[in-house]
């Protein structure tokens, strides 16, 4: 069973519910509704009215529905840094190395965090020990706060309002945590802006790679060089029609704008490990360094504490 369990969800081994008992088996009606086809026309909204304005307490209605993603372990390692100070928002704008207006011009901004410093606390206060595993904290947080911003993210549109993640705070990352003074041990992985469309709802055209290149039955498999032509016309169909760029452009320039030897992301990869570095996450040990090899038997490491 997995160590990402939502909270209420039953262990392994008690559930004694009979078949007949589950509407999804049984045919019967389920009391959410069949959101397959609205998922699969959902788009990120890029302009948003900046006359509009969202009340604060839908968006804590928004944040505590995203609160009952699954988690590992229990831990829930993460935080949404509510930034509502323009000239902060300014500035972080900035440090996206702009481009990103919308930070500025939606209705609310949040910062999605890994949050291991609440887990060190927690533990303090019943004086345990805490120790930060640097790769596992990054990789583990990283999930648990990207599972919680979906969550925000469907209660949002489900409201009619938009929504545009903002990967760009990766391009000055360091900067960005102490612009909005973040503690050791929080670590900013993405923006998130909440607003009311200015065009009325999401209209970008936001193509995908076909289902066949991203489900693989029964083990990976590499593509076949059809598969990823097919890939190339699918999302070739954005150009024209999107903030990528226009008719004359192909989706190999945009692949290689963000891994190629001098993509975002080979330049990303230093100032990540720099703001791991300043948020705490090396403080135990670095990241080169191995785990511990006494850190607990062989049944500690894997039952995962699903609850």
């Known amino acids: 069973m997995s160590d990402r369990t939502p909270a209420g969800g039953d262990r392994a081994g008690t559930d004694r519910t009979s078949r007949t008992d589950r509407p999804a088996l049984a045919a019967a009606v389920a009391e959410v509704p069949d959101l397959a086809p609205w998922l699969a026309r959902r788009a990120t909204v890029r302009q948003f009215d900046t006359d509009a304005e969202i009340p604060d307490d839908e968006v804590r209605a928004m944040v505590d529905a995203g609160r009952k993603a699954p988690t590992s372990g229990t ?7 509510w930034i509502r100070d323009p000239d902060r928002r300014e500035r972080i704008h900035e440090l996206c190395s702009r481009g990103t207006v ?8 949040l910062l999605v965090c890994i949050d291991l410093r609440r887990i060190r606390l927690l533990l303090e206060h019943r004086d345990r020990e805490f120790r930060t595993a640097p790769a596992m904290g990054l990789l583990e947080g990283a999930i648990d706060a990207s599972l919680a911003a979906m969550g925000v993210m469907l209660a949002a549109e489900s409201r009619g309002y938009g929504v ?3 990967g760009n705070i990766l391009n000055n990352l360091t900067a960005v945590a102490a612009t909005t003074d973040l503690p050791s041990g929080v670590l900013p992985i993405f923006g998130l802006c909440l607003g ?3 065009h009325g709802e999401a209209t970008e055209h936001a193509p995908r790679v076909p289902l066949d290149a991203v489900l693989h039955e029964g083990g990976y498999r590499d593509a076949t060089d059809d598969q990823l032509d097919a890939c190339y016309d699918a999302m070739n169909e954005m150009y024209g029609d999107s903030v990528y760029g226009d008719d004359r452009r192909e989706w190999q320039e945009t692949l290689e704008r963000y891994w190629g030897p001098n993509g ?3 330049r990303r990869e230093g100032e990540l490990l720099d703001a791991l570095r300043q948020q705490g996450f090396f403080e135990a040990r670095g990241i080169d360094e191995p785990a511990d090899t006494d850190a607990g038997t062989d049944a500690d490491r894997n039952t995962g504490g699903a609850v």
């Open 264 to 266: 975002f992301m080979n």
């Open 196 to 198: 009311v469309p200015r």
């Open 164 to 166: 545009c993640p903002i």
């Open 75 to 81: 831990t829930q390692m993460y935080s949404f840094v």
């Open 102 to 109: 919308q930070v500025e011009e939606a209705s609310h901004f």
